[in-house]
């Protein structure tokens, strides 16, 4: 385990796991039909590119970047459009799909966002849930796992753009990050 983990939550394994679940239900719910897959970077690229490859449908891959945290720990509730998508989504069947939802304000924003754009459906799908963080109402429609409020890091998570290789889901020891917040304000 890396040494600036203080456990992990969710092994590798559970993932993978939970993952081919999620895909199963997202095949069975669209059968018959395209799905285009709106991967939010950086964050779940990881997730994205493990559970398109066990949904069983004809799968569109978008890609499309929101900064919502910067280089802090807490939610500033600014969300910023780094790279929209490439393609319409007009009459289309969409899913968003995210790491992690927090405070959920960056999923309510893309979800409104890209509601204007005439989709035939839009649905969320995201691996990780803070239940206890959100300060919006979010419906998740497909979600891996209901996490704690504890600051946490792999599998596509990052603290300063860190630990996204991480194979399993962990917590970052606290000193990690008040030792950063000392130093930078
Ligand atoms: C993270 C995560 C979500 C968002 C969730 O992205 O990937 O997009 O924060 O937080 P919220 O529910 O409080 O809005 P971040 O902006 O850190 O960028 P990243 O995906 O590049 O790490």
């Known amino acids: 385990m890396n040494s600036d983990i203080s456990r992990i939550l969710i092994s590798n394994d559970l993932i993978k796991e939970r993952i081919k679940q999620l895909a199963e239900q997202i095949t069975k719910d669209f059968l018959g039909q395209e799905?285009?897959?709106?991967?939010?970077?950086?964050?779940?690229?990881?997730?994205?590119?493990?559970?398109?490859?066990?949904?069983?449908?004809?799968?569109?891959?978008?890609?499309?970047?929101?900064?919502?945290?910067g280089n802090a720990t807490v939610s500033s509730g600014v969300v910023r459009i780094i790279k929209d998508l490439?393609?319409?989504?007009?009459?289309?069947n969409v899913l968003i799909v995210e790491d992690i939802i927090d405070t959920g304000l960056t999923v309510s924003y893309l979800a409104s966002l890209l509601s204007q754009r005439a989709p035939k459906s839009l649905k969320i799908c995201s691996l990780c849930n803070k239940p206890q963080c959100h300060?919006?109402?979010?419906?998740?429609?497909?979600?891996?796992?209901?996490?704690?409020?504890?600051?946490?890091?792999?599998?596509?998570?990052?603290?300063?753009?860190?630990?996204?290789?991480?194979?399993?889901?962990?917590?970052?020891?606290?000193e990690i990050y008040t030792r950063y917040l000392d130093s930078n304000g």
């Open 35 to 69: 799905l285009v897959i709106v991967c939010i970077l950086k964050g779940a690229f990881i997730f994205a590119a493990d559970l398109c490859r066990e949904i069983n449908l004809p799968v569109n891959l978008e890609f499309m970047s929101i900064s919502s945290y």
């Open 86 to 92: 490439n393609e319409s989504i007009e009459g289309k």
């Open 135 to 174: 300060k919006t109402l979010v419906k998740i429609d497909y979600c891996g796992f209901e996490l704690p409020s504890e600051f946490v890091v792999g599998y596509g998570l990052d603290f300063r753009d860190f630990y996204r290789n991480l194979p399993y889901i962990g917590v970052l020891k606290a």
